[in-house]
């Protein structure tokens, strides 16, 4: 069992930034996934990164979010910038343990990530 926390969840303006962390025990030999969900739509996978280090990106936050991982704290930050009132939503962070596809195009689908955090909410509005 991994134990997943998120926190950063915040109101913000259009135009602003925020910083989401999650931290996972262990986190350095799992896939580490962002998925987001906003009201009346399905989750929806945002971000993710290998423990080699590869990190792909939804075309939604393409350009605007930045993943990075900090092996040393089992944490994983996901900076995000230029938000939209369609970030708005619920954050969430997961675990997986299978390798990264080298695929810029593919983000892996929630159903292969096995341990899940509670989501922090985000709420982007003027």
């Known amino acids: 069992q991994v134990h997943v926390v998120e926190s950063g969840g915040a109101s913000v303006q259009p135009g602003g930034s925020l910083t989401l962390s999650c931290t996972a025990e262990?986190?350095?030999?799992?896939?580490i996934g962002w998925f987001r969900q906003s009201p009346g739509k399905e989750r929806e996978g945002i971000s993710c990164?290998?423990?080699?280090?590869?990190?792909i990106y939804g075309d939604s936050v393409k350009g605007r979010f930045a993943i990075s991982r900090d092996n040393a704290n089992n944490t994983v930050v996901l900076q995000m910038n230029r938000l939209k009132p369609e970030d708005t939503g619920v954050y969430y962070c997961?675990?997986?343990?299978?390798?990264?596809?080298?695929?810029?195009?593919?983000?892996?689908?929630?159903?292969?990530?096995?341990?899940w955090g509670q989501g922090t909410r985000v709420t982007v509005s003027s």
């Open positions: 262990r986190s350095t030999y799992y896939t």
């Open positions: 990164t290998a423990h080699t280090g590869l990190t």
């Open positions: 997961a675990a997986g343990a299978f390798d990264l596809r080298p695929d810029p195009t593919f983000l892996p689908p929630a159903r292969q990530y096995q341990f």
